[in-house]
T-cell receptor
Framework: NAGVTQTPKFQVLKTGQSMTLQCAQD?????MSWYRQDPGMGLRLIHY???????DQGEVPNGYNVSRSTTEDFPLRLLSAAPSQTSVYFC???????????????FGPGTRLTVT | GQQVMQIPQYQHVQEGEDFTTYCNSS?????IQWYKQRPGGHPVFLIQ?????EVKKQKRLTFQFGEAKKNSSLHITATQTTDVGTYFC??????????FGTGTRLQVTL
């Protein structure tokens, strides 16, 4: 199994450009999420999904869209990039949602995004 | 909303010294997880604690969950350079959200 994969690994955008960060998992996990990591801020939840066709907002959703048309894929779209979105983005998946007992979050390798 | 704080933010130890990081939640947690992130890497799951007062060990790492289930700690005995990284705790919040602590960055020198 490849686990959780993310593409691209690195990306530089100009302010106002849009792009999609890809995330895929081959573990048949129902729960997937996107985090951003900034120095001194830990991991902040952007959006999450509890299954195909179901998504919801996390702590910092503004400027990002998600969709979950299949169990495997959970892309994150930046609508109009801003310098404040310069960050490292991690996708994660787990078999169960955080509230449903024992689970383990598997993280992808991350995408390092710079917006100039 | 739920907040999960960790202290210290950063600790620098000599190899062989012990290290402890503390995690405090503003709300009672049904469970708590710990992750380790090596420099330049991604978070990797270490352990989950569920019961009040639970203590679990993984070699030199000892994890505790407080009696009130609002705090937790990770203690590393006799640190090694391989322990370098940032340690995060995380707890379930409202709906299906998982809230991560701010992390403790550990630096170990010879």
């Amino acid at each position: 199994n490849a686990g959780v994969t993310q593409t691209p690994k690195f990306q530089v955008l100009k302010t106002g450009q849009s792009m999609t960060l890809q995330c895929a998992q081959d573990m048949n996990h129902e729960y997937m999420s996107w985090y951003r990591q900034d120095p001194g801020m830990g991991l902040r939840l952007i959006h999450y999904s509890v299954g195909a066709g179901i998504t919801d907002q996390g702590e910092v959703p503004n400027g990002y869209n998600v969709s979950r048309s299949t169990t495997e894929d959970f892309p994150l779209r930046l609508l109009s990039a801003a310098p404040s979105q310069t960050s490292v983005y991690f996708c994660a998946s787990s078999y169960r949602t955080p509230q449903r007992g024992s689970y383990e979050q598997y993280f992808g390798p991350g995408t390092r995004l710079t917006v100039t | 909303g739920q907040q999960v704080m960790q202290i210290p933010q950063y600790q620098h130890v000599q190899e062989g010294e012990d290290f402890t990081t503390y995690c405090n939640s503003s709300t009672t947690l049904s469970n708590i997880q710990w992750y380790k992130q090596r420099p330049g890497g991604h978070p990797v799951f270490l352990i989950q604690l569920v019961k009040s007062g639970e203590v679990k060990k993984q070699k030199r790492l000892t994890f505790q969950f407080g009696e009130a289930k609002k705090n937790s700690s990770l203690h590393i005995t006799a640190t090694q350079t391989t322990d370098v990284g940032t340690y995060f705790c995380a707890g379930p919040g409202t709906a299906s959200k998982l809230t991560f602590g701010t992390g403790t960055r550990l630096q170990v020198t010879l």
